[in-house]
């Protein structure tokens, strides 16, 4: 029990005075999700629209494989990017592997199946109630788009939310293709388990409560946005 209290002592000390060390992991942190986050919107939401509004051959395959990639286990992902972009790998020549750019590509793949998932649940439902109006006044699917998005924004959102959360808890795949390095790829996820096993209890303590912080507010933002109760 004094063990514990100490290290939280230590830990709310470290985050009051703003720790240069915790302050810097904490920052790539929030710089490699966000742009995770941001990079899987960007390719995943067309995509997730695409599987609402057109019928094509194959479109089913995609939304099971995409629901069914929700699960991605975090290492495997790490270990496939990790060979495309170690010397001998067809990415090598990119010079990326263990840096935070292949924490970020890491992180987009993981983001990608949940971005897309929830975009076509989205967008479905508005297509559903006003696909047939937006066609009889003589829009194109590719012109009702930014109609469509722009009506399935709170799903959207939520999408994005849910992506973000995915990337900022992670820790299987960046600390493969990241390597945990200090001052340059250790992130709070990877840097809680090093500190653990080293025995810096504070350090890791003051992470994990900030951690815990993001988490619930994304958790706050994501029922904010959500339909129903969360406004209530």
Known sequence: MNDFSSAFGAALDLIIRLDTELLDI?????????????????????????LALWRFPGRRLMIALANALLGLPPVVVGLFIYLLLTRSGPLG?????????????????????????LSHRACEAIWGQHGDSLLVTGASRLRALPVVFAMARIGLITAFIAAFGRAIAEVGAIIVVGGNIRSY?????????????????????????????????ISSAALWFAPGDGRR
């Open 26 to 50: 904490v920052l790539l942190s929030l710089r490699v999700s966000l742009s995770a986050a941001a990079l899987g919107f960007v390719i995943g939401a067309p995509c997730g629209a695409a």
């Open 93 to 117: 020549a990119l010079g990326w592997l263990f840096t935070p750019a292949a924490m970020i590509f890491a992180q987009t793949v993981l983001t990608l199946p949940i971005i897309i998932a």
């Open 185 to 217: 790829t250790r992130t709070m996820t990877t840097a809680i388990a090093l500190e653990t096993s080293r025995g810096d209890l504070a350090l890791a303590l003051g992470l994990g409560l900030i951690l815990i912080s993001i988490s619930l507010m």
